[in-house]
C-alpha cells in the first residue's frame, strides 16, 4: 500500500501554468544576464527559438532526472559532437522542405546577390515564402549560396537561380513571383521570365542613400538629376568624419545615437580631427533631420515583418511618407531641401505595380 499509485497526472501533463516564484524567476535572469556577458552573446538571444527549444529540452530532462544527481557537463554534447550533427540535421530538415516545396502550388521567392569583402566571393540569397491554407505566412532561407558561374550576366544568374531551385524540386514559370532588389541586373535578371516585385525597402533605403550620400543620380539613360541636398550631406559627413563610416543601411540608427549622446562625445573624441569635425555638426538641424526621419524608419520596420505579408501595405505606407514630404512654414532650408527631394523621389522611383 504503501507504493505510488499512478495517478492521471502521470499520463497526462497539466494544462495548468505553474506560478514561477520570484527567487527562481531572478535566478533565471542572473544566469540569462551572465550568459550573455561572459559568452558576449546578444541580449536577444534568449527570445531566439533555438534557444528556447534548448531550455526547453533541458528544464525537461531536468524534470525527468529529478532523482538522479548529474553534472550539467555529462548531459551538454561536446563542440566536436554538435558540429558534426550540423550535417546530419540539414539533410534531414532539406529532405523535409522539399516535400514541402513539391506541394505547393503558388509561392514567391526573394533573391539577392552580394560580394563578401574580405574574401572576394560572391553568393546568391534564396528565401521561400508562401501561405498556407490557414493563412499563415511560411519563410524559408533555401540558402546562400557560393555564385559559381561564369560570370554576373543576368542570364548566367537566372540559370545559377533555376539550378539551386531544381534542388528543391521547384519550378519557375510566368505564375512565379519574384522580389529582389531593383539593380539593373535583377531587373534584367527576371524581366518576362517571372512576375518581379521590387523590394519596397531597397526603394525606400535607395532614395535615402542618394538624399545623404549623392550628387547626382541616373534617372535613365540620357538623364541625370541633381541632389539638391547639400547642406544634411554636409551634416551626414561630418558625423561619419568625427566618429564612424558605415554602410548606409546603419546609418539612420547612427544618426540617432549620436544625438542621443551629442553632449558626451567631446570626452571621447582625443583624436583632434574628430573634435574639429565634430564642432562643426549643428546640433538642432540633427535633431530636427532625426525627427524627420521617424516615420521612414518606422515604415521600414513594418515592410519588414515575417509573420505576415507586408504587400497590402506597401501602398498607404508610401503615401504616409510622401505626406510627411510636406514643407511647413518652420522648417529649416536643410530640411526644405530633403523633403522637396524625397517628395519627387518617391513618387517617381518608388513605382506601384498591379499586385499592391
Known amino acids: 500500500m504503501g507504493c505510488h499509485q499512478p495517478t492521471v497526472r502521470d499520463f497526462y501533463s497539466s494544462s495548468k501554468t505553474t506560478p514561477i516564484p520570484s527567487k527562481l524567476k531572478l535566478r533565471v535572469t542572473q544566469a540569462c544576464t551572465e550568459f550573455c556577458a561572459v559568452d558576449g552573446r546578444a541580449f536577444d538571444v534568449i527570445t531566439d527559438d533555438g534557444f528556447q527549444n534548448l531550455a526547453k529540452v533541458l528544464f525537461d530532462a531536468g524534470r525527468s532526472l529529478y532523482k538522479s544527481s548529474i553534472e550539467i557537463k555529462e548531459l551538454l554534447p561536446h563542440s566536436t559532437t554538435v558540429s558534426r550533427n550540423v550535417t546530419r540535421l540539414y539533410k534531414e530538415y ?3 522542405l522539399v516535400n514541402i516545396c513539391e506541394q505547393l502550388n503558388s509561392f514567391c521567392l526573394v533573391v539577392d546577390q552580394w560580394k ?13 515564402r508562401y501561405v498556407d491554407d490557414n493563412y499563415k505566412l511560411f519563410t524559408f532561407i533555401l540558402g546562400c549560396f557560393p555564385y559559381d558561374a561564369d560570370n554576373h550576366s543576368a542570364p548566367h544568374l537566372r540559370e545559377f537561380i533555376i539550378k539551386k531551385l531544381e534542388e528543391f524540386k521547384l519550378k519557375l514559370d510566368l505564375s512565379t513571383y519574384v522580389v ?6 535583377m531587373l534584367a535578371t527576371f524581366r518576362g521570365y517571372y512576375i518581379r ?3 519596397a525597402d531597397h526603394y525606400l533605403n535607395k ?3 542618394h538624399a545623404f550620400e549623392s550628387k547626382r543620380l541616373h ?11 547639400d547642406i544634411v550631406q554636409n551634416m551626414f559627413n561630418q558625423i561619419k568624419k568625427s566618429c564612424f563610416d558605415t554602410r548606409f543601411n546603419g546609418a539612420l540608427m547612427m544618426m540617432d545615437n549620436f544625438a542621443e549622446l551629442f553632449f558626451e562625445l567631446p570626452s571621447a573624441l582625443v583624436n583632434s580631427n574628430f573634435m574639429m569635425n565634430y564642432n562643426l555638426i549643428e546640433k538642432d538641424l540633427l535633431d530636427c533631420v532625426c525627427k524627420f526621419l521617424e516615420p521612414f524608419e518606422e515604415v521600414i520596420v513594418n515592410l519588414s515583418e515575417e509573420q505576415r505579408p507586408t504587400l497590402h501595405k506597401v501602398i498607404p505606407l508610401r503615401q504616409t511618407l510622401i505626406n510627411s514630404c510636406v514643407v511647413e512654414a518652420n522648417d529649416s532650408n536643410g530640411i526644405i531641401e530633403l523633403k522637396v527631394f524625397l517628395a519627387r523621389r518617391l513618387n517617381n522611383a518608388w513605382p ?4 499592391h
Open 94 to 96: 532539406k529532405l523535409h
Open 116 to 128: 563578401e569583402s574580405y574574401t572576394g566571393i560572391s553568393y546568391c540569397g534564396i528565401a521561400l
Open 180 to 185: 529582389s532588389d531593383n539593380e539593373p541586373k
Open 197 to 199: 516585385v521590387g523590394c
Open 207 to 209: 532614395q535615402l542613400q
Open 219 to 229: 534617372v535613365n539613360k540620357n538623364v541625370v538629376e541633381k541632389v539638391d541636398c
Open 352 to 355: 506601384i505595380t498591379d499586385e
